[in-house]
T-cell receptor, first 113, second 108 residues
Framework: EPEVTQTPSHQVTQMGQEVILRCVPI?????FYWYRQILGQKVEFLVS????????KSEIFDDQFSVERPDGSNFTLKIRSTKLEDSAMYFCASTGQGSQPQHFGDGTRLSIL | RKEVEQDPGPFNVPEGATVAFNCTYSNSASQSFFWYRQDCRKEPKLLMS???SGNEDGRFTAQLNRASQYISLLIRDSKLSDSATYLCVVNIMNQFYFGTGTSLTVIP
């Protein structure tokens, strides 16, 4: 069964550094999403992406965050200048049509020191 | 106002018990509904979609009540392996809204 893949599985970064989280969505999917989950808390929506542009973003997704789909297969989340509070699990998800369920990658654990 | 609300629990039930979770949603334009299961430090995994007529998958039954805007999940004959957090997810116009999750622990 096709799956969403994310790399790296764990990223440790110094505060203030830039970090790029990578995702390869399922190949025929059209909608892409990033979520984060701070340990012990709920899944929080960051951004959705469709037709090569952001379709929705949350208040968490400020100017420090950006997304790209550089080559038709990868979908990346960049955090420009990381803060301690960016430490969380980051999940990528994709779906074929909006009414279909999302499929999640197994996440990148981001630790900011 | 939260789009999706769930009782966070925790629910602690003995093996073999039947347990039910409810979830309410606020937007009547909600289009599709799902239950996901999330194990500790893992990604959410689709448990089942929820259809208007209700649907069953083995020991799991999902119901949707559009008039009252709630979704339910019933687990029969609970197994130890059912211990997890169950997430209610609602889709509105290609955006997915998550409940906080309901924690279930099945006790031997």
């Amino acid at each position: 069964e096709p799956e969403v893949t994310q790399t790296p599985s764990h990223q440790v970064t110094q505060m203030g550094q830039e970090v790029i989280l990578r995702c390869v969505p399922i190949s025929n999917h059209l909608y892409f999403y990033w979520y984060r989950q701070i340990l012990g808390q709920k899944v929080e929506f960051l951004v959705s992406f469709y037709n090569n542009e952001i379709s929705e973003k949350s208040e968490i997704f400020d100017d420090q965050f950006s997304v790209e789909r550089p080559d038709g297969s990868n979908f990346t989340l960049k955090i420009r200048s990381t803060k301690l509070e960016d430490s969380a699990m980051y999940f990528c998800a994709s779906t074929g049509q909006g009414s279909q369920p999302q499929h999640f990658g197994d996440g990148t654990r981001l630790s900011i020191l | 106002r939260k789009e999706v609300e769930q009782d966070p629990g925790p629910f602690n039930v003995p093996e073999g018990a039947t347990v039910a979770f409810n979830c309410t949603y606020s937007n009547s334009a909600s289009q599709s509904f799902f239950w996901y299961r999330q194990d500790c430090r893992k990604e959410p995994k689709l448990l089942m979609s929820v259809y208007s007529s209700g649907n069953e998958d083995g020991r799991f039954t999902a119901q949707l009540n559009r008039a009252s805007q709630y979704i339910s999940l019933l687990i029969r004959d609970s197994k130890l392996s059912d211990s997890a957090t169950y997430l209610c997810v609602v889709n509105i116009m290609n955006q997915f809204y998550f409940g906080t999750g309901t924690s279930l622990t099945v006790i031997p």
